[in-house]
């Protein structure tokens, strides 16, 4: 990790995505709680997250095709300069009135659609920046970076929600993406895929998200490995719906409570990032995912049976481990497996997927949460681990044979 992070132009990339981590992660747990706590129900979060998860879907093909097609580096510096815009005027706003909900509403939809552009395009930058036998290193140190700006944007956003409300989190997130985007500008970088990009062009968008579906078919277990892989990702998206649902109502909490559990995810998921690499060599990948998956699973359980503040707490921590484990492990083997000039498209494909299966239980969650409470879907989420377990058993053998083994130079 010592010689990765040596490396000038990966520094600009991990602060400059240190700051945009923050505000992202400001942005969603100020928005998130800010929208139980003024309705008192988690009906309008659900919604909205179910929305924002229609328009994820709808657009992902395309979002793939255009990480193909274009420099990497300006895709994510627009996206860093379109945050500035939207928060800068939304924090401005304030002055001059109450936030309505629609309001809060657009800002969670345009969040979440910078956070669908970001991680897959930086998934392709680094594969096309850096030498692969960096990428496991890049990828947990990348994973340090994100839970620590998850950490100081868990704690600060509970400290300025309770004290000051919700305008000085919206102004310290625009400022925190523009300092993001000055931070990447001098990066450098050359776009090396432009080659198979000018012929893609002429390509409609449709064959090209076509091409991508032909290129999974063609390896063994790829299709059962990535949907079982996206599970843990799925379920922490779901939680971001049923957490604050169930500190409010099952535990009768308040914001800090909340908060407190989002720092010590991002504590327990930063460690992993530390870790896991050693974990990995001593106990392999695969075994080192399949037993992730089934601690995340006894974590949701034990949130429900033993349903206290500090519990919630530690559980979250595991759960934290748990995913980036996961997240890491997949990561560093579709950057082994994938082209880079299918890099975006492969990903947003599965990401598609993900995202269908997002929509499915927001949907059954949504209708269901004011009839069972987040009790229930905690467990609905163990069940689906454990499915997806099965999934990650049967398809990563298949996978490891067709790794290349890095050569250490």
């Excluded at 089934?294 to 707490?313: D, E, G, T």
Aim: net charge neutral; aromatic share 14%; hydrophobic share 55%.
């Amino acid at each position: 990790m010592r010689v990765v992070f040596g490396n000038p132009n990966f520094r600009k990339l991990f602060f400059s995505n240190l700051f945009n981590g923050f505000g992202q992660g400001m942005t969603m747990i100020g928005i998130a709680w800010y929208l139980v706590e003024t309705t008192g129900t988690g009906k309008l979060l659900g919604s909205t997250m179910l929305f924002s998860s229609i328009l994820a879907f709808l657009i992902g093909p395309y979002v793939g095709t255009v990480i193909d097609c274009f420099s990497r580096k300006k895709i994510m510096q627009t996206e860093q300069l379109g945050g500035f815009a939207v928060l800068a005027v939304m924090a401005a706003w304030g002055f001059w009135g109450d936030y309505q909900i629609w309001m809060l509403i657009l800002i969670y939809l345009v969040t979440n659609f910078m956070y669908q552009i970001r991680y897959p395009t930086q998934s392709a930058l680094v594969q096309e920046t850096f030498e692969k036998k960096h990428y496991n290193d890049i990828n947990s140190l990348l994973e340090i970076e994100n839970q620590t700006a998850a950490v100081l944007s868990g704690g600060l956003a509970g400290l300025l929600l309770g004290q000051f409300g919700l305008q000085p989190v919206l102004m310290l997130n625009a400022l925190t993406y523009l300092i993001a985007f000055l931070l990447m500008a001098p990066m450098d970088y050359v776009f090396t895929a432009e080659k198979q990009a000018k012929q893609q062009v002429r390509t409609s968008w449709w064959e090209q998200f076509s091409q991508s579906w032909r290129f999974i078919r063609e390896k063994r277990g790829f299709m059962v490995f990535g949907v079982s892989s996206l599970m843990p990702f799925i379920s922490i998206m779901m939680i971001n719906l049923l957490n604050p649902v169930f500190v409010n109502e099952a535990l009768g909490g308040d914001v800090s409570i909340f908060s407190l559990g989002e720092v010590t995810y991002s504590i327990g998921a930063a460690g992993a990032g530390l870790l896991v690499a050693g974990v990995i060599r001593k106990f392999g990948g695969f075994p080192s995912m399949v037993s992730n998956i089934l601690l995340m699973a006894v974590a949701y359980v034990l949130i429900v049976a033993l349903p206290n503040s500090w519990v919630f707490v530690i559980m979250s921590a595991f759960l934290g481990w748990c995913n980036a484990s996961t997240r890491l492990i997949r990561q560093g083997l579709y950057m082994e497996l994938l082209p880079n000039h299918f890099m975006g498209r492969v990903m947003s494909f599965l990401h598609s997927l993900g995202t269908l299966m997002r929509l499915t239980l927001l949907a059954l969650f949504t209708f269901m949460i004011d009839l069972t409470g987040a009790s229930a879907g905690y467990l609905v989420l163990a069940v689906l681990l454990l499915f997806a377990m099965l999934g990650i058993i049967v398809s990563m053998r298949l996978l490891m044979g067709q790794i290349e083994p890095v050569r250490e130079e």
